[in-house]
């Protein structure tokens, strides 16, 4: 039973530059969550997504990010034109929904703009 | 913004009880409170959650007082992986799903 799959990892980009960082919910898990956390800062909320729909995007920059949770396939953040100030851990987190005990987080995506 | 109050730090001896307080003077009827932890460099991690009455897993348990107005984590016999940073949260757990707000959390080092 595969957790939160996030990939990739690491991804580096140069100033400019656009980032997609993907997400895979647990197996039976509809809602999407992403959150930030700049070095040595604490998570923020960006945005959540239940399939094909935005339930909260309150987090999210109003430019250069964008979110989606398509009816198949994982979610994709996107960053356009990258900043420095981007850099960051990105996670995502999953949850059913209704009933939830909590979320369950991926690994996360270490994005570093060059 | 993060409804709760956690000391910035603290320490604690191997094999000793770690117990990370929470202050949360503005908790509502229906709030839920939610512990998480996060590992150095990894998702974070829940933990525990509880409305009034005191809860036991086998990770930890959390101690809610009377009032609800502050809270205690327990970790029975701390070791060396449970450095991390704590994370108490307030939050409605049927709510339509209303986002986890982080705060700043408790570093807590267990100290060999």
């Known amino acids: 039973n595969a957790g939160v799959m996030q990939n990739p990892r690491h991804l580096v980009r140069r100033r400019g530059q656009e980032a997609r960082l993907r997400c895979s919910p647990m197996k039976g898990h509809s809602h999407v969550y992403w959150y930030r956390q700049l070095p040595e800062e604490g998570l923020k909320f960006m945005v959540y997504?239940?399939?094909?729909?935005?339930?909260?995007e309150s987090g999210m920059p109003k430019e250069r990010f964008s979110a989606e949770f398509p009816k198949e396939g994982p979610s994709i953040l996107r960053i356009q034109q990258v900043v420095r100030g981007d850099s960051a851990a990105y996670f995502c987190?999953?949850?059913?929904?209704?009933?939830?005990?909590?979320?369950?987080f991926g690994s996360g995506t270490r994005l570093t703009v060059v | 913004d993060a409804k709760t109050t956690q000391p910035t730090s603290m320490d604690c001896a191997e094999g000793r009880a770690a117990n990370l307080p929470c202050n949360h003077s503005t908790i509502s009827g229906n709030e839920y409170v939610y512990w998480y932890r996060q590992i150095h460099s990894q998702g974070p991690q829940y933990i525990i959650h509880?409305?009034?009455n005191n809860e036991t897993n086998e990770m930890a348990s959390l101690i809610i007082t009377e009032d609800r107005k502050s809270s205690t984590l327990i970790l029975p016999h701390a070791t060396l992986r449970d450095t991390a940073v704590y994370y108490c949260?307030?939050?409605?757990?049927?709510?339509?799903?209303?986002?986890?707000?982080f705060g700043k959390g408790t570093r807590l080092s267990v100290i060999a």
């Open positions: 987190a999953s949850s059913r929904g209704e009933q939830d005990y909590g979320y369950t």
């Open positions: 949260i307030v939050r409605v757990k049927i709510s339509g799903n209303t986002p986890l707000v």
């Open positions: 997504l239940q399939k094909e729909n935005i339930i909260d």
């Open positions: 509880g409305l009034k």
